[in-house]
């Protein structure tokens, strides 16, 4: 079964500093793997997915996140935070191919940006 | 455009009331989902639709009922919920189950207070 593992429920960090959210995969084939994020009281905005093409992958609003085999890694990152990029952030994964969880989108447990002045 | 719509936005029901959400996408989609989320958890998956018909369900009580009239709309029957069942209800559809075609797009939930 695929998984993933966000490291930190809780970053904070200051307007114009890098922002850098962890996740971690567990699976036994190459995995589809995507970040969302959820402002207050909405649903869920993708923005990015990796889909086994290039391991680095540009999203929506300056985000980025590198596939790494080696780490079995897949961390988000922006350059510059902004107070508009406060909300939470999820790591998710697809079920492989076969069995009753075919195409069941599993989440990590979130990350709260948090984005100080 | 990557809309799924969901209505209501805010609903408040007693234990003994029926209601239904609704979730309607106009992207040609043929993958429909239902998740719950808890607040300060992830979504949980309920239950998917794959070409209209009911492909996993996650163990879910059967006071939630889906149904899926066609491939543009997916409903979800209440009746008779426990306060425990208060939570964002989401919905999400994609292009197809097979992962390259598996990228889920969201509506914006449905609020669901049980009192």
């Known amino acids: 079964a695929q998984s993933v593992t966000q490291l930190g429920s809780h970053v904070s960090v200051s307007e114009g500093a890098l922002v850098l959210l962890r996740c971690n995969y567990s699976?036994?084939?190459?995995?589809?793997l995507f970040w969302y994020v959820q402002y207050p009281n909405q649903g869920l905005q993708l923005l990015l997915k990796?889909?086994?093409?290039?391991?680095l992958v540009k999203g929506i609003n300056g985000f980025e996140a590198e596939f790494k085999k080696s780490e079995t890694s897949f961390h988000l990152t922006k350059p510059s935070a902004h107070m508009s990029d406060a909300a939470e952030y999820f790591c998710?994964?697809?079920?492989?191919?076969?069995?009753?969880?075919?195409?069941?989108?599993?989440f990590g447990q979130g990350t709260i940006l948090t984005v100080h002045p | 455009d990557t809309e799924v719509t969901q209505t209501p936005k805010h609903l408040v029901m007693g234990m003994t009331n029926k209601k239904s959400l609704k979730c309607e996408q106009h992207?040609?989609?043929?993958?429909m989902y239902w998740y719950k989320q808890k607040a300060k958890k992830p979504p949980e998956l309920m239950f998917v639709?794959?070409?209209?018909?009911?492909?996993i369900n996650e163990s879910v009580p059967s006071r939630f009922s889906p149904e899926c009239p066609n491939s543009s709309l997916l409903n979800l029957h209440l009746h008779a919920l426990q306060p425990e069942d208060s939570a964002l209800y989401l919905c999400?559809?994609?292009?197809?189950?097979?992962?390259?075609?598996?990228?889920?797009?969201f509506g914006a939930g449905t609020r669901l207070s049980v009192l």
């Open positions: 699976s036994s084939v190459p995995p589809y």
């Open positions: 639709y794959s070409y209209e018909k009911l492909s």
């Open positions: 992207m040609g989609h043929r993958a």
């Open positions: 990796y889909t086994s093409a290039a391991t």
């Open positions: 999400a559809s994609s292009q197809d189950r097979q992962r390259a075609k598996n990228i889920q797009y």
């Open positions: 998710a994964v697809i079920a492989t191919a076969g069995g009753t969880s075919y195409g069941k989108l599993t």
